[in-house]
């Protein structure tokens, strides 16, 4: 039977022994080949990246920057509004507190009105930039130092006539063509609503027939641009017999869209209906800085028109219910809240019972906080602070 052994014999033992030192100095030879053919290429790419850097003006090149996103371009719709401080030398009228009272209803058998056009330099909210707006001027009545065009106010039935005059003299810095447009008109648009060069006028006669608040505006193109930058007031058409009350006050909500400090008004923000400010008479919380005196008990009626030219008004006196509301020549009893479009108006009857201080706003509150709201103040009620950030 075949036996299986691992012994090795003698002479083949010896010969392995003799081979083991010749196999290892092989693969020493090879792994010190190898290093020198890395070493020979390292130098190589050295030397190719040195005269790179030579080439382009010697010294070593320095490290890559690390890689950085661009930064998104800011859509001008979302630019802030300019501060005051970042108005330094644009010159600017100083504000005047716009009065609330409104206007009686003038003599004669006719009711004569001449309407200007004022372009002027004015805040909107005092901590913010000047903006050029363009108001109208009524019988020589101006606001100077706020956005506001003084309210036109007649009788239901009476003939009214308009004497429009774009800039009648330098000091009105009329540059460019303007229109008027009377809600409460019946009358043809293209022969009477048409654009007017600086210095020139215009005559449009009419019966108001219907009873209301009414917007009278400026219908040159683009007429968002125009409205947007204050062209824009409120024409009061007393109903028949409409009773006698205590005092009668005047509001009209407008909104601004600032542009570079001084400049018109900027259209990326009107079309992306964003404004800055929403305010009441031309001036941001200018009814919170000077509050309206009002007595306790009196029978109030406000006038309101939201001229726009793009948000909804919510106009809403805090602390008390209105008798009576009329919008849009609808009647409504015990109503807390006017609900006007663009262009609509109407008005609110009012007792404060108790003395103090009621706040008037647009409960559309992402508009009231920037700057549409004023307040009622009746004696005997504590004094009424101004605003943060403002002085009296």
């Given at each position: ?7 090795t014999p003698k002479d083949q033992t010896e010969a392995l022994a003799a081979a083991e030192p010749d196999e290892r100095r092989t693969w020493l030879l090879f792994g010190m080949g190898l290093t020198a053919l890395v070493a020979i290429v390292a130098a ?159 005559t449009i006669a009419f019966t108001a027939a219907h009873p209301g608040v009414f917007m009278y505006h400026c219908a040159t193109q683009p007429v968002l641009m125009h409205v947007g930058a204050g062209m824009a007031g409120m024409m009061v058409v007393r ?154």
């Amino acid at each position: 039977m075949a036996l299986i052994t691992t012994e090795t014999p003698k002479d083949q033992t010896e010969a392995l022994a003799a081979a083991e030192p010749d196999e290892r100095r092989t693969w020493l030879l090879f792994g010190m080949g190898l290093t020198a053919l890395v070493a020979i290429v390292a130098a190589a790419l050295a030397l190719v990246a040195i005269a790179g850097n030579e080439g382009t003006g010697g010294g070593p090149r320095p490290a890559a920057p690390a890689a950085t996103v661009a930064a998104a371009p800011v859509d001008p719709a979302d630019v802030p509004a300019p501060t005051l401080a970042e108005a330094k030398g644009v010159a600017f009228e100083p504000y005047h507190v716009v009065d609330a009272t409104l206007p009686a209803v003038p003599p004669g058998a006719v009711k004569r009105f001449t309407v200007g056009v004022d372009q002027h330099v004015v805040q909107v909210d005092p901590a913010l930039a000047p903006t050029e707006a363009w108001t109208y001027t009524v019988n020589g009545r101006a606001y100077t130092g706020a956005a506001a065009s003084p309210p036109i106010v007649v009788d239901q039935g009476d003939h009214v006539q308009i004497r429009f005059v774009n800039g009648a003299s330098k000091a009105m810095h009329v540059t460019m063509a303007h229109s008027i447009d009377f809600h409460s008109a019946e009358v043809a648009p293209n022969r009477y609503y048409v654009d007017v060069a600086p210095g020139k006028s215009e005559t449009i006669a009419f019966t108001a027939a219907h009873p209301g608040v009414f917007m009278y505006h400026c219908a040159t193109q683009p007429v968002l641009m125009h409205v947007g930058a204050g062209m824009a007031g409120m024409m009061v058409v007393r109903p028949k017999g409409l009773a006698p009350v205590d005092r009668e006050l005047w509001v009209v909500q407008s909104e601004f869209y600032l542009g570079k400090p001084g400049a018109p008004t900027n259209m990326a923000k009107l079309t992306a209906e964003k404004p800055d400010v929403v305010a009441f008479n031309g001036y941001a919380n200018q009814y919170k800085l000077h509050p309206i005196a009002v007595r306790r008990g009196e029978r109030i009626r406000i006038w309101v028109l939201n001229a726009g030219p793009t948000k909804w008004s919510a106009f809403h006196v805090i602390g008390t219910v209105f008798d009576k509301a009329v919008v849009e020549n609808t009647a409504f009893q015990d109503s807390q809240t006017m609900s006007l479009a663009p262009s609509q108006g109407g008005y609110a009857e009012l007792t404060l019972d108790q003395q103090g201080n009621y706040p008037f706003v647009t409960h559309a509150f992402g508009d009231m906080v920037k700057g549409a709201a004023g307040m009622l103040h009746t004696e005997g009620a504590p004094a009424v602070p101004p605003p943060a950030g403002m002085k009296r």
